[in-house]
C-alpha cells in the first residue's frame, strides 16, 4: 500500500490531532482573549474523535478496552445513529467525564505549543494581514525545524 493510505491510527496519533484541531480555538484566546465562532467546526471534530476513541476504538485510559453502544452510519446520508440503550447513566457519565478528559490535555498541548510557537505565529498574522491567505510553502517556511519542535508527535 501506499504510504498515504494507511487504515489503522493510534492512540498517540488522535491525540495529536486533538491538540491540532484545538489550536485555533486557543490562538484565538491568545491573541484576542476572546473566542468567536470561527473554531466550532474543529471543536465539534475534536469532540467527536474523542467520543469515537472511548466509545468505538477502546481508547479510554479509565475505561479500558471496550465499546460502548452500537453505530449504525448510514451511507445515503452524512449521519449516523448510535444505539445507547445498553450503557447505565453511570458508565455514561464516566464516558462523558473521559471525553472532557481528552479534550481537556489537548487544549493543555496546544497551549504549550501556540505559546512556544509565539515569534512564528505573530510573523503568520502579519502575513495574513498583508496578504489573506498563505502558501503551504510560505508557511512551512515559517516554521524551519518543523512540526516535532513544534510539539506536535513528541508528547508536549
Known sequence: LPVEDVRMYS???FRDDLAVMLGGYVAELET???ITTGASSDLKQATDLARRMVMDFGMSETLGARTFGS?????????????T????????EEIDHEISRLIAEARVRAEKIIKSRETEREKLVAELLEKETVEKEAFEALFPDGPKKAGVGIGV
Do not use: M, N, Q, Y
Request: glycine share 0%; aromatic share 8%.
Open 11 to 13: 492512540r498517540a496519533k
Open 32 to 34: 484576542f482573549s476572546d
Open 71 to 83: 453505530r449504525e452510519e448510514h451511507a445515503s446520508s452524512r449521519f449516523t445513529i448510535r444505539d
Open 85 to 92: 440503550s445498553d450503557i447505565s447513566p453511570k458508565v455514561a
